[in-house]
């Protein structure tokens, strides 16, 4: 897991485009605002966070991860597999 699948988390909670986070200070920038917390910080806060989340199974691999999912659609934004 790297810190791209919290900037996915991160840019679907705060409904922020793929066309604003071209700027790259764009998502940190919003993510400070909304919560005040620096976004490494929160990165950090996040996979300390993803051992207390369901299990979900992967459908094409078979494995088991533990996941935060998305509220659009059925697929995940930060995961690390279950052990």
């Keep these: 897991m790297d810190i ?3 900037e996915e988390l991160a840019a679907e ?3 922020v485009t793929y066309e604003q986070r071209e700027d790259e200070d ?3 920038t919003e993510f400070y605002k909304k919560f ?3 976004f ?3 990165y950090v806060f996040a ?3 993803l051992p207390h989340t369901q299990i979900v199974n992967s ?3 078979g494995k088991q991860y533990h996941a935060f999912l998305s ?3 059925p697929f995940t934004l930060m995961k690390s597999e279950a052990i």
């Design 71 to 73: 509220k659009n659609g």
């Design 4 to 6: 791209f699948d919290f």
């Design 40 to 42: 490494d910080t929160a």
């Design 26 to 28: 764009f998502l940190p």
């Design 36 to 38: 005040g917390i620096d």
């Design 47 to 49: 996979q300390s966070l």
């Design 59 to 61: 459908g094409l691999q």
């Design 13 to 15: 909670i705060l409904d």
